[in-house]
């Protein structure tokens, strides 16, 4: 339980599966205790999580997403692992722009004999994402009414240009 009244932050974890998704299930065979708040989907490289797929994570209730993949220079796809740091890099000032702080969406690397790497940023995200509560994505990055009510991203430009 966390001390900011009984929250505990929703992770959506992409593991590549070469490398982190291994780190991941090495740190549960080896009995590591670490924050149980992420959620694993395994993908076949870092490099094949579009920047879509980490809106929709967020969009649909996840307080934040931990991107995870192989060491630069180890991809078993060659240069998946550049691919994911430099979509992450322009994802990051997006969502900056959007109001979403930096803490939200995280890259690791981690290989998979470093279940321990992996454990020790899932704890760390969790703590992160602990202090800095829910992530409100209609109210802080689309915006309310009134009326609790979301206000369309397509009005809102609307009335600004109006």
């Known amino acids: 339980m966390t001390k900011n009244n009984g929250y505990e932050p929703v ?29 694993p989907i395994r993908v076949m490289c870092s490099g094949r999580v579009d920047p879509q797929l980490i809106l929709k994570a ?5 307080d934040g997403v931990l991107i995870a993949g192989c060491h630069p220079g180890e991809c078993h796809y060659v240069e998946g692992n550049i691919k994911t740091q ?14 979403v702080e930096d803490e939200r969406v995280q890259l690791v690397w981690a ?4 279940g321990i790497v992996l454990a020790e940023a899932v704890d760390r995200m969790t703590e992160q994402l602990s202090e800095l509560g829910p992530l409100r994505w209609y109210e ?15 009005t809102a430009t609307k009335e600004v240009a109006a």
């Open 86 to 99: 430099r979509r992450f890099s322009l994802l990051r000032r997006l969502l900056r722009q959007m109001g």
């Open 111 to 114: 290989s998979a004999s470093e």
């Open 11 to 39: 992770i959506v974890g992409f593991l590549c599966n070469w490398c982190s998704y291994r780190a991941a299930d090495l740190a549960g065979t080896a009995r590591l205790h670490y924050a149980p708040n992420m959620r």
């Open 140 to 154: 802080s990055v689309i915006g309310a009414n009134g009326h609790g009510e979301a206000v369309p991203a397509v």
């Open 58 to 62: 967020l969009r649909e209730g996840a």
